[in-house]
Nanobody, 116 residues
Framework: QLVESGGGVVQAGGSLRLSCAAS????????LGWYRQAPGKARELVAS???????NYAASMGGRVTISRNDAKNAVYLQMNRLKPEDTAVYYC????????????WGQGTQVTVSA
């Protein structure tokens, strides 16, 4: 189970930190990640991190996000800086289990709205 928190409304140029708490078969997870989906658009990867700590970022984020993990809390975080109105979307936490080739478990999502 993945539960996101930390979304909200922020002005352009501001920052937000999203959190995701993972429960269940944590030891069977290969990677955790964050996706987003804006109205009328496809869901897209924002960032991911493997359980060995290797991060992967979408080029479109331009270095404005940082993904991190806290294994003691079974949590993954997404720090977003210099937010833009086009970052407005529902952000989803995702998990890729070790036997899967792609992310296969999803949280309910948290809304991020960036006002101009």
């Amino acid at each position: 189970q993945l539960v996101e928190s930390g979304g909200g409304v922020v002005q352009a140029g501001g920052s937000l930190r999203l959190s995701c708490a993972a429960s269940g078969t944590i030891f069977k997870i290969h990677a955790l990640g964050w996706y987003r989906q804006a109205p009328g658009k496809a869901r897209e990867l924002v960032a991911s991190i493997t359980m060995s700590g290797e991060p992967n970022y979408a080029a479109s984020m331009g270095g404005r996000v940082t993904i991190s993990r806290n294994d003691a809390k079974n949590a993954v975080y997404l720090q977003m800086n210099r937010l833009k109105p086009e970052d407005t979307a529902v952000y989803y936490c995702a998990a890729q289990r070790i036997w899967e080739s792609q992310f296969d478990s999803w949280g309910q999502g948290t809304q991020v709205t960036v006002s101009a």
